[in-house]
């Protein structure tokens, strides 16, 4: 009777770091957050957004996320929707195999959404604003 060999588990990405060229927008995701787990915060993905619009922290449902043919797609919306308009943060990312290594580096794209509002002008009424991304996929040891 011979065996296969069964292939070793091979890590998973839990830790996503993003930065521009310029260093004017980094992000930091987690497709699970790290604990610990507090009543009342919502459980799930963690994207931690350092930009011109500021520091800000999106938990769980605050994560759209949608599987499209150029990746999961994540969204968070930096500033909610207003007379002014709002704006949305869009990040691609793709599948990443980490295969025997516990980081793999890419580079995708994020795009800023500008929503014009209820006041409605000649011309577009939705904007786009694309950065490219260098990003690095790891797999480390999150408390629980």
Excluded: W
């Excluded at 521009?20 to 930091?28: D, E, L, Q």
Aim: charged share 15%; proline share 11%.
């Amino acid at each position: 009777m011979s065996s296969v060999p069964v292939p070793a588990p091979q890590p998973s990405a839990n830790l996503f770091e993003f930065a521009t060229h310029s260093g004017k927008t980094k992000i930091t995701y987690y497709p699970f957050a790290p604990g610990p787990i507090v009543q009342g915060r919502a459980v799930g993905p963690l994207f931690q957004y350092k930009g011109p619009e500021g520091d800000l922290d999106f938990r769980g449902p605050q994560v759209a996320q949608e599987d499209t043919p150029l990746g999961k797609l994540l969204s968070v919306v930096l500033k909610p929707q207003a007379d002014a308009g709002s704006l949305t943060f869009s990040l691609f990312l793709p599948p990443v195999v980490l295969g025997a290594s516990k980081s793999q580096n890419f580079t995708t794209y994020g795009v800023r959404t500008h929503h014009a509002g209820n006041i409605q002008k000649p011309g577009a009424q939705i904007t786009y604003e694309t950065e490219c991304l260098d990003g690095d996929a790891k797999a480390v040891m999150l408390p629980l």
